[in-house]
């Protein structure tokens, strides 16, 4: 090694001499032969100049590449700079200033053995900054690409006994030893590329649409959806079972998954065509299981699958070993004419209360009139099957503060509403917890309660989120439901309980169903209509439940500020604000985006306002526009038309730029698909 780098020097060396004495021979010869004196002169003494730097400059080269030739072998002689001359991996050696001090014969292999000396790190691996290095302290590891070759890269800096320059820089070299990864890289994409990604395909209110259709409509229909599975199925060269009359079972090769998410799974738009033909709502949901074995992702298939229903279907959920993600949903939910699951629901929630001591009823934080509502409703049938009630108290919403304290005077209620302190104390291991409105662990006023009970019954119609509350013992989830409200007036009456609802307690469970359908517009079904036609029946009074509606002045004027400021950031989209914080301030702001929906073409609203540590944002939508989609991007969350959000540690102005993102990026991957 240190006689072909001599080698090198010398032959430098030589020809930078030869030029310099050419030169100098050239001004002798112009003197003497020619009359032109000065100018042979001057090729003289720049000859005999270039001579002299040449040779400065060719020993001083030659002394820097011996002394960094002695540097590697410094400490065990000829032997070690023999095996680092011939060490079997690539290994180079830099100065503190990242230029090239030495090298090996493999790393010269590396570039066509090419002269590297006075060349810099950076320049011979781009990837790499050299600040990033020095920045790693001792020891560092990086992966760059020369070539069709992958490196991997393990480097260590050096501080030296001593410094053969004398330079104090020259006192720290950095090594790096260079490892092929390549073989390795192309075995482990083969393996991710090879991987078995496991789908369940199930087919939405396929019972349903089959009651509709003649025999030969339903031939048909069936027909084009075998047809459109296959073919989804073929561009993955996919292994297709089915497995039932709605449901297919599909392996396929993972390589072929970011085709389908880059062609944003095109099998939800023909399916929902097809169904267009008929005028019925033809939908697919389905579940990805990734990023396991064969067995793991079938569970996460079959558990992303339920994730897909929950959210309200037609869509694909896909779930690896960290996350869910989601795709589609732009269809609204489709009201279920079947009551199978309420009745079984009603039977199964009628034992709960009988085999438990008590039951506590707890809906979200800031609750509202249609968690309120339904908590007040099924208190009734505790009450009816001999069990004691007990509502935890949320005196911090001012939504429900006239119902509430207007319920606090009755006597037949006093004891009813407990804080979290008491629900503790009363608390055994035989009293049934019953959640309203919230499937959400972080929207509990008492996490501590629910996990000091284990008989929990979970009651909700929002989009499922990929936060769950785990092991309940019953739950009934159904976004398709107007309201939280809706679901428990139908059980009631299943229960055969209703018609022991007070008008008190029908006006309750009435003025949920109002509030969550905007006065019967948003998220309206048949069943929703023959609730409140129930409730009707029962002697609630619409006049008194409209007055409860009213606002004062104040709130009225706050209403109208917020509307003014409306912006129509996008075709069909408005977002409005408001800085001041004031009473009922959640309330007027969800009032605020109602009414923006009134302004001609507006589709989507969202209001912004402050709260303590942050902002939040009311969202709401005519069915178009999926506010719910929109909304969990911004960590909150909802239905396709009523939706929210709480950004913590964010001023007014910061959210609203993170609503219109939002927003936007909505519509962008919309318009994509």
């Known amino acids: 090694m240190k006689k072909r780098y001599g080698n090198i020097v010398r032959s430098y060396g ?21 009359e032109n004196r000065y100018a042979g002169m001057a090729e003289g003494i720049a000859g005999l100049v270039f001579l002299f730097a040449a040779v400065i400059l060719a020993k001083k080269h030659k002394e820097q590449v011996s002394d960094y030739l002695q540097l590697v072998r410094s400490d065990s002689g000829a032997a070690t700079s023999n095996i680092m001359a011939n060490f079997p991996v690539p290994v180079l050696v830099a100065h503190i200033d990242g230029t090239v001090g030495w090298y090996n014969e493999k790393l010269s292999e590396m570039f066509s053995n090419k002269n590297l000396f006075g060349g810099t790190v950076e320049g011979l691996f781009h990837e790499l900054k050299w600040s990033d290095i020095l920045k790693a302290g001792e020891s560092f590891e990086r992966s760059v690409k020369t070539g069709n070759k992958n490196y991997t890269i393990i480097g260590r800096l050096i501080k030296e006994k001593t410094a053969p320059s004398g330079n104090a820089d020259d006192k720290y070299s950095v090594y790096m030893y260079f490892f092929d990864k390549t073989e390795e890289n192309e075995i482990r994409t083969l393996y991710e590329n090879e991987r078995a990604d496991v789908a369940v395909i199930s087919i939405d209110n396929y019972d349903e649409i089959l009651q ?57 738009d023909k399916m929902r065509a ?89 809906g979200h934080t800031g609750a509202d009139y249609d968690c309120f509502g339904a908590a007040m409703g099924l208190q009734r049938a505790v009450r009816a099957l001999g069990k004691k009630p007990y509502i935890l108290d949320d005196r911090n919403s001012p939504a429900i503060a006239p119902l509430y304290e207007e319920l ?34 972080s929207m509990l006023p008492s996490r501590l309660l629910l996990s000091r009970l284990s008989k929990i019954v979970l009651i909700d119609h929002h989009r499922r989120s990929t936060e769950f509350i785990p ?34 307690e029908a006006e309750c469970l009435y003025t949920g169903i109002l509030m969550d359908t905007k006065n019967f517009i948003l998220k309206t079904g048949v069943r929703t209509f023959e609730a409140a036609s129930y409730l009707r029946r029962l002697g609630l009074s619409t006049v008194d439940v409209k007055k409860m509606f009213n606002i004062n002045k104040a709130d009225y004027d706050h209403k109208v500020d917020i509307v003014k ?20 301030m959640k309330v007027v702001a969800s009032q605020a985006a109602d009414e923006i929906l009134n302004i001609n073409s507006i589709q989507a609203s969202f209001v912004v306002y402050p709260m303590d540590n942050g902002a ?13 989609l929109i909304m969990e991007a911004l960590g909150g969350g909802g239905h396709m038309t009523v939706a929210g959000a709480q950004i913590k540690d964010t001023g007014v102005d910061a959210a609203v730029e993170m609503v219109k993102r939002a927003a936007l990026n909505y519509l962008k991957e919309n318009k994509a698909n």
Request: with cysteine.
């Open 14 to 34: 030589a020809l930078a001499v030869c030029a310099a004495a050419l030169l100098a021979a050239c001004g002798i010869c112009t003197i003497f032969f020619t």
């Open 212 to 268: 509709r259709l003649t025999d030969i409509e339903e031939q048909s229909i069936s027909s084009q959806i075998r047809s459109i599975i296959g073919a989804w199925s073929a561009e993955g060269q996919a292994m297709v079972k089915k497995t039932d009359r709605d449901r297919y079972f599909l392996v396929f090769e993972h390589q072929y998954l970011k085709k389908y998410i880059d062609n944003r799974f095109d099998i939800l």
């Open 274 to 362: 097809v169904g267009e033909q008929i005028k019925l709502p033809l939908s697919v949901s389905i579940g990805i299981g990734t990023s396991g074995s064969i067995l793991e992702n079938e569970t996460s298939a079959r558990n992303a699958l339920e994730m897909a229903h929950g959210r309200g279907g037609d869509q694909v959920s896909i779930k690896d070993d960290t996350q869910y993600n989601f795709y589609g949903g732009k269809s609204r939910d489709y009201e279920k004419s079947t009551r199978v699951k309420t009745r079984s629901v009603a039977l199964a929630l009628k034992d709960f209360i009988k085999n438990s001591d008590k039951v506590i009823f707890m």
């Open 408 to 441: 606090r005077g009755i006597q037949e209620y006093e004891g009813m509403f407990v804080d979290e302190e008491h629900a503790l104390n009363i608390a055994t291991p035989d009293t049934l917890l019953i959640v309203l409105d919230t499937h959400r662990p």
């Open 471 to 504: 092991n309940c013992s019953l739950m009934y989830h159904e976004p398709y439901a107007s309201s939280t409200c809706e679901m428990a007036t139908e059980l009631m009456e299943y229960m055969n309980l209703g018609g022991s609802l007070t008008t008190e």
């Open 565 to 584: 400021t409306a912006e129509e950031i996008a075709p069909d989209i408005a977002v409005a604000k408001c800085y001041e914080k004031f009473d009922n």
């Open 616 to 628: 939040g944002v009311s969202a709401r939508s005519l069915g178009s526009v999926n506010v719910q």
